[in-house]
């Protein structure tokens, strides 16, 4: 009996350690089914959830790709040393200009008959139009363009608006950068930013003026309430973040203005002419230059020029007018892109351009945009000075050639 006790005991034991090996071969099979099952599911849900917000949407997807700034257009070099090779020179000429929009209207015709690198569109442009009407007014500036052109915004926040001043876009009202800055930090910045470059895809822009990122402490400076903060680290991460967020979505960043309007205080704005920085060379070097060197070195496609006359570095010139000052934004801070003009016909600035046209002049300093108001007379001054050889066809090919080498690495031309 007792025998039989044991021997019913064993084989009890032996059936439940077979049973164990059974069903954990079981498990292990049925586990990745059931991890296909749950991620297909999930992914069914995702696609029946309403969707989220755009600015929460791409909170995570930053490009932290390390830019080579001293390389900034190479993958659209050849293509556009080939597009230039079939160009006239008027043609050329044009590509230097980025003209202020008088109307949407004319847009395509003025753009078509300059050869314009692009226009920039202001609030006025827009008045009375949808949301829904604002992308196709752009489309049709574009049309039948030889060339792709430049669809340039203004979205600063606060006064400096193309769009989120406009009726129908009050949930936008952008606050300006210091005042966001102020009230949430630099992650309220960020949000801004994100909300804005989103918007003005949207609406078919592919460059924004912006950031600035002049350094002002005081609110009687010129910059203080267009500029996010007096600190080196705050507008150098606000530089950063703009280019490496806003440019991946299509919309270039233009930093603003080389190489900065510092101290200079808002009673020296009289709208007459050029504001005067009398601070030493170094002292500018070291605080000024860091956040351009920033946005720089995290891949900003554009330069903007301010129009003050740096004493120390180049006291007969317009920073936007001086050889020097270009030569110190491409050797000491690095950059290979594309540099431009602020508003060159706001005010008179031909004493500052060595009695020749400033448009010309501007060409001459280094810039491959010049910003103008009146871009037919931007346009015949810089033909006039390549025909009498003041300005080279070489210099004249080479900022061609930048601005078609931009346009193909932006993906403006495609």
């Known amino acids: 009996m007792k025998k039989f006790v044991i021997i019913s005991v064993s084989l009890v034991l032996v059936a439940l350690i077979a049973f164990g090996i059974a069903l954990f071969h079981y498990v292990k099979v049925k586990e990745p089914e059931k991890k296909e099952e749950a991620e297909v599911t999930e992914a069914v849900e995702e696609t ?99 060339t792709n052109p430049i669809l340039a915004a203004q979205e600063e926040g606060g006064p400096n608006t193309t769009l989120s001043d406009l009726t129908g876009f009050e949930q936008y ?87 900065g309007y510092g101290t200079i205080p808002d009673s020296a704005n009289t ?50 007018l001086s050889p020097a000052l270009h030569k110190e934004l491409r050797d000491t801070v690095g950059f290979s892109g594309i540099i431009m003009t602020d508003v060159l016909d706001d005010a008179d600035y031909s004493a500052y351009a060595d009695g020749k046209k400033p448009a010309v002049q501007a060409v001459l300093a280094g810039n491959d945009l010049i910003l103008v108001r009146d871009y037919a007379t931007a346009y015949n001054d810089i033909l006039a000075a390549v025909n009498d050889g003041t300005i080279t066809e070489a210099q004249l090919k080479e900022a061609c050639t930048r601005v078609l080498a931009y346009k193909y690495t932006a993906k403006i031309i495609k």
């Open 48 to 146: 029946k959830a309403p969707a989220k917000a755009p600015t929460e949407a791409v909170k995570t997807k930053r490009d932290d790709t390390a830019v080579d700034a001293s390389k900034l257009f190479e993958s659209g070099q050849s293509q556009a040393a080939t597009h230039v090779s079939g160009m006239s020179k008027e043609e050329m000429v044009g590509q230097l200009i980025l003209g202020i929009c008088p109307d949407t209207t004319t847009a395509a015709a003025q753009m078509k008959q300059y050869s314009l690198a692009g226009m920039l569109f202001t609030k006025e442009n827009f008045q009375g139009m949808t949301k829904e009407q604002i992308p196709a007014t752009l489309t049709a500036a574009a049309k039948d363009l030889k």
């Open 173 to 259: 009202d952008f606050n300006a950068p210091r005042t966001e800055f102020d009230i949430g930090g630099l992650q309220a910045v960020e949000k801004a930013e994100e909300s804005k470059i989103l918007l003005l895809k949207e609406a078919g822009f592919n460059m924004n003026l912006a950031p600035v990122i002049d350094l002002a402490t005081s609110s009687d400076q010129i910059m203080y309430s267009r500029s996010i903060s007096g600190e080196v680290e705050t507008a150098s991460s606000y530089a950063e973040y703009a280019a490496k967020f806003d440019q991946p979505r299509g919309v270039s960043i233009v930093l603003q203005h080389f190489p």
């Open 271 to 320: 709208g007459a002419g050029a504001v005067v920085d009398d601070r030493e060379a170094d002292a500018i070097r070291k605080t000024d230059y860091a956040p351009f060197k920033s946005g720089v070195t995290a891949g900003a496609h554009c330069v903007m020029m301010s129009n003050v006359v740096v004493q120390k570095i180049d006291p007969t010139h317009t920073a936007a």
